[in-house]
C-alpha cells in the first residue's frame, strides 16, 4: 500500500519530457507555418488572375500584376523569378512551381515542394498541377 501513494502523479521528468514535446511542436509549428500562408496568398493571386482579361495582357504585364500583388501582400522570398507564362492554343498558363528551405536546427533544413498552376481556359480550377492526358 505505501507504494501506491508514492506513485501518485506526474514525475518531473515526466514533466521534462512534456514540456520538450510540446516546445518542439511549437517550434516546428513557427517554422513550416509561414511558408504555407505565403503559398496561400500565391494561390490567391492566381485566383485573381480569373477576373482579369488575362487574353489582352503580355506575359510581363501578368508577372508585373503577380509580382506587385506578392509585394503588397510581403511574400517572403523572391516568388516572381519562378513565375512562368506560358500561350497554348489561345489559353494562357501561369506557372508558379517553387520550393522553400525552412533552416531548422543546426545544418537541418525542412524543405516544403509547392506546385500553383493556373490556366485560363479552365479559370475556375487553381492552384494544382493539371494533369497531363
Partial sequence: MSMAKSQKGFASTGTLYL???IGFFVFLA??????YVDNMYIQEAL??????DTKTMSSTDIKERLKKFFKINNIRGD????VKVKRSGGA???TIDY???????GNTVLLIPFNNHWNSANPDVCCKPVDSE
Fill in 47 to 52: 485566383k485573381e488572375l480569373a477576373t482579369e
Fill in 99 to 105: 520550393e522553400k528551405r525552412v533552416p531548422m536546427i
Fill in 30 to 35: 513557427f517554422k513550416v507555418i509561414p511558408p
Fill in 92 to 94: 494562357i498558363q501561369v
Fill in 19 to 21: 514540456v520538450l514535446s
Fill in 79 to 82: 516568388v516572381t523569378k519562378q
